[in-house]
């Protein structure tokens, strides 16, 4: 295992800064995240922000003795293609990094993450136990920032929030944002077309889940990364490592992370209906991500009887083998994927006119705007 991490972070926006002052950060200030990680390894904290955010960030961490760098993106937001940003924004990231790539460990964090107290300590010791493991993906559920808010309060201590994987978990599932709770496909709520991140609701504690898009938590490149021909989801992963090296993190009983939402209201949601779900996710999955779909994810924080288990994961797999039979044998390609060159933003507002196309012809009806 190599002991060399960089951590990555893109940030900027005010929206963005006051989350990870808020939340982010203080998940990562527990004794098992940022200062076990920077205690036993060569640790770099890669803040990729605009110039007038700088000194906000070193004022915000400086007593925290992390090694930092500040990559400024001012430019690069102003010439590049809202779809490309974030990806792009990474890259730079990445790029800043003058050592030898294939011996750092690259972090991805978000901004609108929250990690479990003791996420990094159990990351690093996942590399430390399997020397072949160059990269790691992971499943996510989405909450309600403002539920959740209201949930940790009790969690705060001086100026860390100290939460284990598993309450993490009750908390999220008390806190689902819509994206994720229009997601589950034996649930009777009407369904999130949108959805990459497919779950199956097992009993009030425990549910499955199976991704397409996966978040590349980390990666120990096998070549110099030298290009971002992708987004980051799709390309990185299959260009700069290989499938024996990944590991798939498939439970919350040691570390777990959630994704912060605003909840918008959907309005893209219809009953379920798999051959026209099919026909969306066709539209931009790669043959990786149908890989990583097979990987079923069990997230829990009460314990279920193993025959309760076992037969919703049999109905889980007979649906999702239901999907995998409507998808096209070949992907769309990872390299210069068709949504890289457009300038619609897939994941965020503008509920992708492309799609909005797609389906406004297997319905048969107008589509609105996701808000």
């Not at 499943?139 to 309600?144: A, E």
């Not at 609701?201 to 996966?214: A, D, I, M, Q």
Request: proline share 2%.
């Amino acid at each position: 295992m190599n002991k060399i991490y960089n951590i990555i972070i893109p940030l900027w926006g005010d929206k963005y800064i006051n989350r990870f002052e808020k939340f982010i950060l203080p998940s990562l200030l527990t004794k098992n995240n940022l200062f076990y990680l920077n205690k036993l390894y060569d640790v770099k904290i890669t803040f990729c922000t605009l110039n007038n955010n700088i000194n906000f960030l070193k004022n915000l961490l400086i007593k925290f003795n992390f090694k930092l760098k500040f990559v400024k993106i001012d430019e690069l937001i102003k010439k590049t293609k809202i779809r490309r940003l974030l990806h792009l924004v990474y890259f730079k990231g990445i790029k800043s990094e003058v050592r030898d790539h294939k011996k750092v460990n690259f972090l991805f964090l978000n901004s609108d993450d929250f990690f479990s107290n003791n996420y990094l300590k159990e990351i690093s010791l996942i590399l430390k136990k399997n020397k072949n493991i160059k990269c790691i993906l992971e499943n996510k559920i989405l909450v309600d920032q403002k539920k959740f808010s209201e949930k940790i309060s009790t969690y705060r201590y001086n100026k860390a929030i100290s939460i284990n994987s598993k309450k993490l978990l009750e908390i999220g599932l008390k806190s689902l944002a819509n994206f994720s709770k229009f997601s589950f496909l034996n649930l009777k709520n009407k369904f999130n077309y949108n959805s990459y991140c497919l779950y199956w609701k097992v009993n009030e504690y425990n549910l499955l889940c199976s991704g397409f898009l996966l978040h590349p938590v980390l990666i120990r490149p096998k070549k110099k990364i030298t290009k971002m021909n992708g987004f980051l989801d799709y390309f990185l992963v299959p260009e700069y490592s290989n499938r024996k090296n990944i590991k798939i993190l498939l439970s919350n009983k040691k570390l777990f992370r959630i994704g912060l939402s605003n909840n918008e209201n959907l309005k893209f949601i219809y009953n379920f209906d798999i051959k026209k779900y099919s026909t969306v996710v066709n539209s931009w999955v790669t043959n990786d991500h149908k890989y990583y779909s097979n990987f079923i994810s069990h997230f829990s924080y009460k314990s279920v009887s193993k025959k309760k288990l076992l037969n919703a994961k049999k109905l889980f797999i007979l649906k999702l083998k239901q999907i995998h039979e409507k998808l096209n044998l070949n992907g769309k390609p990872y390299n210069n994927h068709p949504y890289w060159g457009s300038n619609k933003n897939f994941y965020t507002k503008g509920i992708k006119n492309y799609i909005r196309k797609i389906i406004n012809i297997i319905f048969r009806k107008k589509i609105y705007y996701v808000r």
